[in-house]
């Protein structure tokens, strides 16, 4: 029997079809983040760190997951972001 707590188990999804976000974004759209970024593993800075104005690519995402919004960052890794809070830390291009 699984814990109460525990986290749902990691799920593979190949379903990269979503092209404009809740928030606004299509893939294509190019964000500019609003102010320097330290990045975070698991809450402990892990060295990386992002300069306002810096340009982020938004990528196609996953229906299942609309609110995620997919990015390519400016080191070229894909990185998450939720959109809730997207328009406070990002303008655009």
Known sequence: ?????????????????????????KAGDVLLLRAELVSTTAGVPNGKVYAAGSEWIVLVGFSTEP????????????????????WKDFTRK
């Open 1 to 25: 029997m699984a814990e109460r707590n525990q986290k749902p188990a990691w799920k593979l999804n190949t379903d990269a079809s979503l092209r404009e976000y809740p928030c606004g974004v």
């Open 67 to 86: 609110n995620t919004v997919w990015f390519r960052n400016p080191n070229g890794d894909n990185h998450t972001w939720d959109d809730y809070d997207i």
